[in-house]
Nanobody, 127 residues
Framework: QVQVAESGGGLVQAGGSLRLSCEAS????????VGWFRQSPGQAREFVAT????????AYADSVKGRFTISRDNAKKTVYLQMDNLKPEDTAVYYC????????????????????WGQGTQVTVSS
């Protein structure tokens, strides 16, 4: 089982950008679909974006579509979440999650579909 760790969070002004990274502990990461989720205080964890194991398919929450881009570099065992035009409502702890899947598995949007989770990284967007 792989382990994943997020990095790249921080404080940014509204309209700014951040790139989050999710790095895996093992090269077998290429067999895993990866999702990003976020959670604000007092709120439920919500789906942000996901990418299939081969990187050929992805999906986004409506709230981030057109502003966030998920990508992966399996050689580097890393999935990225490029976040542009950030808004104060994007403030949250961002979590990376992974699940070993078959090649034809479509994007998974539900948190319960994933069984490997990172510790999270804080993103704060000031107005």
């Amino acid at each position: 089982q792989v382990q994943v760790a997020e990095s790249g969070g921080g404080l940014v002004q509204a309209g700014g950008s951040l790139r989050l990274s999710c790095e895996a502990s093992r090269r077998a990461f290429s067999d895993y679909a990866v999702g990003w989720f976020r959670q604000s205080p007092g709120q439920a964890r919500e789906f942000v974006a996901t990418i299939t194991r081969g990187g050929g398919n992805s999906a986004y929450a409506d709230s981030v579509k057109g502003r966030f881009t998920i990508s992966r570099d399996n050689a580097k065992k890393t999935v990225y979440l490029q976040m542009d035009n950030l808004k104060p409502e994007d403030t949250a702890v961002y979590y990376c999650a992974a699940k070993r899947t078959i090649l034809t598995m479509p994007p998974m949007l539900q948190a319960g579909s994933y069984d490997v989770w990172g510790q999270g990284t804080q993103v704060t967007v000031s107005s």
